[in-house]
């Protein structure tokens, strides 16, 4: 019944792309897992399951599960202290951590980094995909930077020397899964989370997926190196694996043939960051590669965010440097377009040109055209237009879409009086105003005092307690004169739009008022929210079964896909009564309405 779990056994291709892409380890089983989370209609994507299993775990299920990813690698440091190791079967299995670039090491070019607390499971086929596996947590290997900082291996779960232990915490692994499903369903390009075994040391191994897991990092080493046949047999893998999975559509041969995968990345990489900007979501992006996948999607949850507002002075602590922060990501998006354009004209032309000389090329430019495009494109989203009627004011009203957008803009970019301070992970400067909350209530303010002939003007003083977050004080909300200009201005413009629809715009606003309600939701999951989350779900795992957490955790992730037609918000009879469950969902609303203003 589950026998495409014995598919997955180390085995992959990116072996034959280049004998020094990766280190190979030997694993043995790791004894005292158990599921807790199975993301049931991605394993059915995968063939794993079957189309009609039930979403409920049975021992056979998970025996095959933990059988295939509770594992832990033999290390060098287990090979240098122990003199015997258990025969448990896994003794022909060898699986591999990849080579790549990372910031945080001291080599720039990926000889002595990449999967630091990673192993790839393998690889599976079903019908016209195939999806790569990995799992993290599974032990420290001799590419993680604490191994490299000290130089010499290191035992696994040894925390000494930082990024060092090459295990992983149950809530990381757990609150991953969760946002990376929640992003999934909501459009958002990203890896995908097929399951979290956990142990009783609250460490855990989380399985991510996607149909292709090459970052920009593994073949930019080999631009960093000037190892050119390497660089081309490795963007060659890439670009083969996109092919196969109807992501691209390429020239079978000649140099056209990498021209058109690089408008496919630019477009890509554009509408992806223009999305992070406009959702707030923040991922460290820089110049390695390293925190996305190469195909232009999300990776690595450790380092995601999803904020309230535009928190775009938030700033991660990476104990020797601050990351960078919201809106520096469409910069270092376009830094690696046109990185991406210098492998191409090294592989075509033979000859290394230094990067600066790319920085204005065609592509770095429609780069620029595709993130404006995608950046309106997806404020009129927010705002609650459908897609038809975005592509009208797309299409004719494009000064009119910019001038509110700069009118949204001054709001969102209003910082607190009281300046920068540090919050868990670094460091942050919170904004005065949700911007969220207007797009929401203007709409419904509009229709309820709607008269034949005028259009209605909410006064500016309530237009910005509306937005207000409760931790600002009066002097963050003194009404200024260029304050009070700026809201009558955001109306207009807000009605010039609504105008430019149709000549029905009473019919277009209370259309634009359904969806706005949904796509900003007051009670969405932010990073903190969601954090406190997992932590409550983690601590009441002993007094909930295991169908209990997964139901409310697929229940959680359902409210959370906040797309017009399809949102399922937890209901107040769902929270009712004295049952775990519902006591588990009454503590995730609470957890919501406390952390829906933070980070």
Same mark, same amino acid.
Request: hydrophobic share 35%; charged share 30%; proline share 4%.
């Given at each position: ?61 998970? =025996? ?59 690889? %599976? ?19 993680? @930077? ?23 915490? /149950?809530? =990381? ?15 958002? &390009? ?37 190892? /050119? ?49 406009? *959702? ?47 809106? *520096? ?63 009208? /004011? ?36 919170? &904004? ?13 303010? /509009? ?11 909410? @006064? ?81 795992? =002993? ?5 209990? %957490? ?18 399922? &918000? ?30």
């Amino acid at each position: 019944m589950y026998k495409n779990f014995n598919k997955i056994d180390g085995t992959h291709p990116w072996r034959k792309v280049s004998a020094e892409g990766y280190l190979d380890y030997p694993v043995r089983y790791r004894a005292g897992g158990r599921v807790l989370f199975f993301n049931f209609p991605l394993a059915k994507e995968m063939g794993l399951i079957s189309k009609n299993h039930p979403t409920r775990m049975n021992p056979k299920l998970e =025996e095959a599960i933990l059988k295939t990813f509770s594992i832990q690698i033999l290390n060098e440091h287990d090979w240098m202290t122990k003199k015997r190791f258990p025969l448990d079967g896994y003794e022909d299995r060898l699986y591999m951590a990849t080579r790549y670039l990372q910031v945080q090491h001291a080599s720039k070019q990926g000889k002595t980094s990449g999967d630091g607390r990673s192993i790839w499971n393998g690889y %599976i086929k079903h019908r016209s995909k195939t999806y790569d596996i990995s799992s993290r947590g599974t032990g420290n290997t001799i590419l993680s @930077p604490g191994a490299q900082d000290v130089n010499k291996p290191i035992a696994t779960g040894d925390e000494s020397y930082g990024y060092s232990s090459g295990l992983a915490d /149950l809530d =990381e692994m757990l609150a991953g899964a969760v946002m990376s499903e929640i992003f999934y369903r909501r459009g958002v &390009p990203t890896e995908r989370c097929l399951t979290v075994i956990d142990y009783k040391d609250k460490t855990s191994i989380g399985v991510r997926t996607a149909p292709n897991l090459i970052r920009p990092a593994h073949f930019f080493r080999y631009l960093k190196s000037a190892e /050119l046949e390497e660089l081309k047999k490795a963007y060659d893998y890439f670009i083969k694996r996109q092919e196969s999975n109807n992501a691209m559509n390429l020239p079978v041969e000649g140099k056209a043939r990498y021209f058109k995968s690089l408008e496919y990345l630019t477009e890509t990489y554009a509408k992806l960051v223009a999305l992070m900007e406009e *959702e707030y979501i923040f991922n460290w992006l820089a110049w390695d590669g390293d925190n996305l996948l190469a195909s232009g999607a999300i990776l690595d949850y450790g380092s995601i965010r999803q904020f309230a507002a535009k928190h775009n002075k938030y700033r991660y602590d990476d104990v020797d440097r601050y990351s960078t922060c919201l809106t *520096e990501q469409r910069r270092e998006a376009r830094y690696l377009i046109q990185t991406f354009v210098q492998v191409v004209d090294y592989i075509t032309s033979g000859e290394k040109k230094n990067i600066k000389e790319f920085e204005q090329s065609k592509y770095c430019q429609l780069f620029d055209q595709h993130f404006k495009e995608e950046i309106q494109r997806r404020m009129l989203w927010r705002m609650g237009f459908n897609s038809q009627q975005t592509k009208i /004011l797309m299409d004719n009203h494009q000064q009119k879409v910019e001038a509110f957008r700069k009118a949204l803009n001054y709001f969102e970019e209003i910082k607190t009086s009281e300046g920068e301070k540090a919050v868990a992970d670094g460091i942050d400067h919170p &904004p005065i105003f949700l911007v969220r909350r207007i797009l929401r209530d203007l709409p419904d303010f /509009l229709l309820k005092h709607r008269q034949a002939r005028v259009w209605p003007i909410m @006064p500016a003083e309530e237009f910005c307690e509306i937005m207000a977050a409760s931790y600002v004080d009066k002097e963050d909300l003194a009404l200024t004169p260029t304050r009070e200009e700026k809201a009558f201005e955001f109306q207009r413009l807000y009605q010039d739009l609504i105008y430019s629809v149709s000549r029905k715009h009473w019919v277009t606003l209370k259309s634009v008022a359904k969806r706005a309600a949904v796509t900003n939701y007051a009670n969405r999951s932010t990073g903190d929210g969601l954090t406190w989350i997992v932590m409550e779900i983690i601590n009441s795992r =002993e007094r909930m079964d295991r169908q209990q %957490i997964q139901e409310v955790l697929n229940r959680f992730i359902e409210s959370q896909v906040l797309l017009p037609g399809k949102w399922r &918000p937890i209901t107040a009879n769902e929270m009712k009564g004295p049952s775990l469950k519902a006591r588990q969902l009454r503590k995730m609303q609470e957890t919501l309405e406390t952390y829906n203003e933070l980070i």
